[in-house]
């Protein structure tokens, strides 16, 4: 069965920081994997959607990588400022279309 | 412009009093599904459907039922809803998995 791990869990930094995001998965088997913002109380906008035969996928500030072979994709958030602030999943899609979500990692950017 | 209608926003029922919470999509996608997310549980697919008149079972599906006639509504239907179903409620849409998946803006669901 496939699990969906992100870590941290909560993220506090000063404004400009570059960061790193991890999801790690369990199962390679992958068709897909997306990455999610959600702001409080919000529904979920996606940010970048990687296909299991790429590598990485940019937009603006932010690129995503995945590695199959090690079950895991990273979101790279390049000067982050506080509207970044924001809860940020991760979501494998499996070949039966299943959409299996990480519990996400809480970002705060302060001043 | 493209986007998943889910309603209502929110809504506080009491316990065993049928409801139903709309989603409809006008973007003409295939898949439709809905899932919950609770504090620590992260999200979780409730329901799914591959195109008309197709459905099955998520990873939670038990107290819930779906219908899809058409293919731009999906609605989520709670026959009988117990406390156990209060959560925030997501209906999402998407045309072929390569494209990824489009989410509504939810609807809080309490129920008492």
């Known amino acids: 069965k496939q699990e969906v791990t992100q870590i941290p869990a909560a993220l506090s930094v000063p404004e400009g920081e570059n960061l790193v995001l991890n999801c790690s998965f369990t199962?390679?088997?992958?068709?897909?994997l997306q990455w999610f913002r959600q702001d409080p109380g919000k529904g979920l906008t996606s940010l970048l959607l990687i296909q299991s035969s790429q590598r990485e996928q940019t937009s603006g500030r932010l690129n995503a990588s995945l590695d199959k072979s090690s079950g895991r994709s990273t979101l790279y958030i390049a000067a982050s400022q506080p509207g970044d602030s924001a809860t940020y999943l991760c979501a494998a899609a499996s070949y039966t279309d299943k959409l299996i979500f990480g519990t996400g990692t809480r970002l705060q950017v302060f001043p | 412009e493209a986007q998943v209608t889910q309603n209502p926003r929110y809504l506080i029922t009491v316990t065993g009093k049928k409801l139903t919470v709309t989603c409809s999509q006008n973007?003409?996608?295939?898949?439709m599904s809905w899932y919950r997310q609770d504090p620590g549980l992260g999200l979780r697919q409730i329901y799914y459907?591959?195109?008309?008149?197709?459905?099955d079972k998520g990873d939670v599906p038990e107290g819930y039922k779906v219908s899809r006639k058409e293919k731009r509504n999906f609605p989520l239907i709670l026959e009988s809803p117990s406390p156990n179903q209060t959560s925030l409620y997501f209906c999402?849409?998407?045309?072929?998995?390569?494209?990824?998946?489009?989410f509504g803006s939810g609807t809080r669901l309490t129920v008492v």
């Open positions: 973007m003409n996608h295939e898949y």
């Open positions: 459907s591959m195109n008309v008149e197709v459905t």
């Open positions: 199962d390679s088997a992958i068709y897909n």
């Open positions: 999402a849409s998407g045309l072929k998995r390569d494209y990824g998946y489009t």
